[in-house]
């Protein structure tokens, strides 16, 4: 009997999501989903995830960077809401058998810097910007993961 006491306790330890991520969701029973909005007063994200992630939208006037980590759970930002200061902007990423996925204006300037293995991360929006006094850096450190920007 305990050797599949043993093996239950881990299933359930596997199964349980762990999440360091303190905001509150409104969870929509029809997509299992949870969403989540969030208005920082500083404008930056921090994102600690392992085995779990989260659907969100930054509300806040700014959005001034921040540092999304993420192992084996996944990542969705909306940043359509919100405005990029003028200057650089980082938005450091690393991420483990994850997925990102950030919602970006297509008016927004984005530099990607990558080190990845197998791995990648693409923009798949139609143009990459028209500012020329702002601009968001992504520096994403991905393994066996993946991430892409949508408008």
């Known amino acids: 009997i305990w ?7 881990g299933i ?3 199964a349980h999501p762990f ?3 303190d905001d509150h969701y409104y969870c929509n029973k029809h997509r299992h989903r949870k969403y989540s909005y969030r208005q920082s007063e500083d404008g930056h994200v921090t994102y600690n ?9 930054f509300l806040g006037p700014v959005f001034r960077g921040g540092e999304i980590n993420a192992i084996m759970g996944g990542v ?3 940043l359509r809401k919100t405005t990029l200061p003028e200057g650089e902007t980082l938005l450091k990423i690393d991420s ?8 970006i204006p297509e008016d927004w300037p984005v530099e990607i810097r990558t080190e990845s293995l197998l791995g990648t991360f693409a923009d798949n929006r139609p143009s990459n910007g028209q500012y020329v006094d702002r601009k968001l850096i992504i520096d994403a450190n991905l393994i066996l993961s993946g991430g892409e920007i949508k408008c």
């Open 96 to 103: 483990i058998f994850s997925g990102v996925s950030l919602l």
């Open 12 to 14: 359930l330890l596997v």
């Open 3 to 9: 050797p599949t006491v043993i093996i239950l306790m």
């Open 19 to 21: 999440t360091h991520h």
């Open 49 to 57: 995830f392992i085995m779990n992630g989260v659907d969100e939208i």
């Open 76 to 78: 969705k930002l909306e």
